[in-house]
């Protein structure tokens, strides 16, 4: 196996268009907004390369709605976009919905209504945080290059995409706010590594803007890696400091989530580094560039491997046997090689929809 250290791939909230091809037009009768309140955010750059929709910011699972009749003709996964629904409306016309929190609640074929609700709003894909990706197609062949502005789209046809709550005068640093309660008085820190205190963030409702993998607080059994960017109630300075999600009266060891429990973004630069697992292959395992690829990319040979975290994807089976888990790993063999998806069914010990390491603990999720 190829030994070689792997940098942590930081994602960005920009989406890697899914393409939609539209087969011919489709009745519509009126326009609506996607959203009913939201902010819009991360607006539309052009075609590829760039930022070809709009980010419209709602609280997961808020309703997602046709903005006007059609056809569905794509309801399905992409790493970019997550879940996501592609409609065809009259004259070709395209509308692309990414970063649904789950499986869409139409199918390909089905024919939508104008404001009918076809998913909810989450984060799945290349995404930070809760919001969608709503794009706008011209032509009958829908792909990232033939997009067009959503914002002047809609308005030619009534609808006032900016009409929303409108978004904060200084934005956050990164993202949110997101709101958190703390059990106790927390020390503030001007890094996720620093021991000099600046000042301290009151116990209670607060909130955060994103969170930094930095030093450990806690002991063996309660403890916490991940640290909160924030502002503190006292302190100098006491802007754009950290505090330890140690103290957030929610959750477990090594998790950092909102009062509502969605996963607070990771800060710029602050992902949790990759750690090894040792495994043991009982049979060369094919490698996929993802968890829901069916494009063989290369393999890893059987016997002691590593791997660095788990992701949930298409099962494998064979009998009573299966794994939906995938571990992220390098390959032996095949180009690329590196930071390639094999089966957690290839693994020698434990059983179905299990995946840990050969002395037994779990593999994080990725």
Partial sequence: MRRLAVAAVLMTAS????????????????????????????????????????DI????????????????????????????????????????????????????????STGQVIGHV?????????????????????????????????????????????????????????????FANAPGYASATSTTQTGT?????????????????????????????TDLDSGSPWQNQYVSAYYLSNWGNDEALTDNGVTIPTCSGGAKPFEQYQVTTYGDAPGFSSEWSTTLSGWLYGGGNYVYCKVWGREISSGSSFNHWWLKTDLDSGS???????????????????????NGVSIPSC
Avoid at 336 to 350: D, E, G, I, K
Wanted: charged residues 10%; hydrophobic residues 30%; glycine residues 14%.
């Fill in 201 to 229: 963030l009151n116990a209670g409702t607060n909130y955060v803007y994103c969170k930094y993998w930095g030093r450990n607080v806690g002991n063996s059994t309660s403890y916490n890696h991940w640290w909160l960017r």
């Fill in 15 to 54: 989406v890697v268009a899914a393409q939609l091809t539209l087969a011919g037009p489709a009745q519509a009768a009126g326009w609506v907004r996607p959203l009913e309140n939201y902010t819009t955010s991360g607006g539309y750059t052009g075609p590829q390369p760039g930022h070809n929709g709009v």
């Fill in 122 to 182: 989450g984060s799945t894909g290349d995404s930070g945080t809760p919001h969608l990706h709503f794009q706008t197609h011209l032509g009958t062949s829908t792909d990232e290059y033939n997009t067009t502005d959503p914002m002047t789209f809609m308005a030619a046809r009534g609808v006032n995409l900016a009409g929303g709550n409108p978004p904060p005068t200084n934005p956050p640093p990164s993202g949110g706010p997101y709101n958190v309660t703390t």
């Fill in 336 to 358: 690329p090689w590196q930071n390639q998806y094999v089966s957690a069914y290839f693994l020698s010990n434990w059983g179905n929809d299990e995946g840990f390491a050969d």
């Fill in 57 to 112: 910011i709602a609280p997961a699972n808020t309703d997602i709605r046709a903005v006007s009749g059609g056809v569905v003709e794509q309801a399905q996964w992409d790493n970019g976009c997550g879940w996501y629904v592609g409609i065809r409306h009259s004259t070709n016309e395209g509308t692309l919905y990414c970063h649904m929190i789950s499986q869409p609640l139409v199918s390909v074929g089905q024919s939508v």
